[in-house]
């Protein structure tokens, strides 16, 4: 992994440094295992990172252990409102793929993605605003067959001075550049499209 992967790690650690809580946002990229374990074996805290159990009990093993073999503590999508008073009491550094679709199209942020109408999860933002926290930019590129580069973004550094939707906005433009610089390596089959904006959803915004 290390052979075959490098990144930024910098800007994250002097955020740490100054006592930031950190929310790391991330698109559905390849490869994000190595991201996973790249960032564990270079921060100076371990992160937070929310996961989806696979079906297979076997294979989730498999999985499970290898994403924490470098002190990253995973939290299950369906646990999460239960121990994130855990994860937040403490500073923290948690993990997400920011651009997930919403239960329900109501509940998103309805903003333009590659020029068409796209509902993206509210909680990512409202999860910052709510403990104030930095919000960085996971970046991925990838540079020749399995090897990869990651780089940082600073969104902000206080999520308490932006106003509704701004930060998901600034998540969704930094995503859109990174996919159009490398579209092959973005996972299409993640259905970004699969909900039709109705007028009653509320206003379309950038």
């Known amino acids: 992994m290390l052979k075959r992967s490098t990144g930024s790690f910098s800007l994250i650690n002097e955020l740490i440094d100054k006592g930031y809580n950190i929310n790391l946002m991330a698109g559905h990229q390849f490869n994000w295992e190595y991201a996973n374990l790249l960032y564990a ?102 540079i020749k067959r399995g090897c990869y580069h990651f780089t940082t973004t600073l969104l902000t550094e206080e999520s308490a001075h932006t106003q509704p939707g701004q930060l998901t906005k600034l998540y969704k433009d930094i995503l859109e550049k990174t996919i159009k610089e490398d579209p092959a390596n973005y996972l299409w089959s993640h259905r970004r499209f699969k909900f039709e904006w109705k007028p009653e959803y509320g206003e379309v915004m950038g």
């Open 41 to 142: 074996i270079n921060l100076k805290v371990p992160f937070v990172g929310v996961y989806i159990p696979i079906a297979n009990k076997a294979l989730d093993k498999i999985f499970f252990d290898m994403r924490k073999r470098y002190g990253t503590i995973l939290i299950g999508a369906s646990d999460f409102k239960n121990k994130m008073h855990d994860v937040f009491k403490d500073q923290y550094l948690l993990a997400l793929a920011a651009d997930q679709n919403p239960a329900n199209p109501e509940w998103g942020y309805w903003l333009n993605f590659f020029n068409r109408p796209t509902p993206f999860v509210t909680g990512p933002e409202k999860g910052a605003i709510k403990n104030n926290a930095a919000v960085v930019y996971i970046g991925f590129k990838k």
